[in-house]
């Protein structure tokens, strides 16, 4: 069982707080309540039928080179050895099979510099990336199904960078952009489809972060009891976690937790006290058969 303890930055939504429904604050869905849900169990099932490993770790929410979970498999290994891993993501109460992959580029344009003024002498950098906005705006992401779950694309501008001031054409811009891919694509596949989708644009494309995706894995029998015991709610899980990083390792995991995914991240971010009684359910179902 393993969860992540940061959360993305304070949105003024903090402090939390509950009502007759829900408990309301930043990081409530992701994922201060599937740590809840891990730290109860762990203290409550007395006689687990299978053995079992908690790890609450830091750093998952910023680059990945940074992620705590990959300090651990760097440094105790054995840690992470298992027949299946559950990552208290929020999930809804699915079993959210498997993982997009994640990729950051920068898309920098380059001009010549001049006063505003006399425009023509210069050659304006933030325009030259107006096509590149112009592409991802146009953008379809694909849809592949994959052991049943359909996992949707997504290329998106998240990040940009220009100006000098306010009298001074720009000889400098920059674009980040975040692919989130399919995991039956690779990283180099990835990078790959990105510069495609820019290509003949007069930029450059510089990776600057990248995680595989995971595939599934439900087929393996720890998993498929899994499943069982969830009553067979499955769906694909859109975003990246570190299902990919036991994946990597031969280790089929998922994402089960409580929380509506859509509301992670936000401002009015929150989860249903009825998600998380049902979560524990499950899980002390799982863990004692």
């Known amino acids: 069982l393993a969860g992540h303890l ?36 762990a203290a409550t099932v007395a006689e687990p039928a299978h053995d079992v490993t908690l790890i609450l770790y830091d750093c998952e929410e910023i680059e990945a080179a940074a992620n705590g979970l990959g300090r651990i498999e760097r440094e105790l290994p054995d840690w992470l050895l298992g027949d299946v891993a559950i990552l208290g993501e929020p999930s809804g109460g699915y079993i959210e099979a498997g993982c997009q992959g994640t990729l950051r580029v920068v898309v920098s344009a380059t001009g010549t510099r001049a006063h505003s ?5 210069g050659d304006n950098a933030i325009h030259k990336l107006a096509p590149v906005l112009g592409r991802l705006a146009d953008y379809r992401g694909r849809m592949v199904d994959i052991d049943g779950c359909t996992y949707r694309e997504g290329l998106s501008a998240v990040h940009i960078d220009g100006g000098v001031a306010g009298n001074v054409i720009p000889d400098a811009a920059a674009v980040t952009i975040n692919f989130r891919f399919a995991p039956d ?6 990078l790959a489809h990105v510069r495609e989708v820019l290509e003949g644009l007069p930029v450059t494309v510089e990776q600057t972060d990248v995680a595989a995706g995971a595939l599934p894995g439900l087929h393996h029998p720890a998993a498929a009891a899994l499943v ?13 976690t570190d299902v990919a990083r036991f994946a990597a390792l031969g280790i089929p995991a ?13 401002r009015d971010e929150r989860v249903a006290l009825s998600q998380i009684t049902a979560v524990t359910a499950t899980l002390r179902r799982y863990l004692g058969a």
């Not at 069982?228 to 990246?240: F, I, T």
């Not at 998922?254 to 936000?266: C, I, S, T």
Request: glycine share 10%; proline share 7%.
């Open 6 to 41: 940061d959360t993305v930055p304070i949105a003024d939504n903090v402090p939390s707080h509950r009502d007759a429904d829900h408990i309301h604050g930043c990081g409530t869905s992701d994922m201060k309540s599937g740590d809840a849900v891990f730290l109860h169990l």
């Open 117 to 121: 003024a006399r425009s023509w002498l």
């Open 185 to 190: 694509r690779t990283p180099a596949d990835a």
């Open 228 to 240: 069982a015991a969830a009553d067979g709610l499955v769906r694909a899980k859109y975003g990246w």
């Open 254 to 266: 998922v994402n089960f937790g409580p929380g509506d995914p859509n509301l992670a991240h936000r």
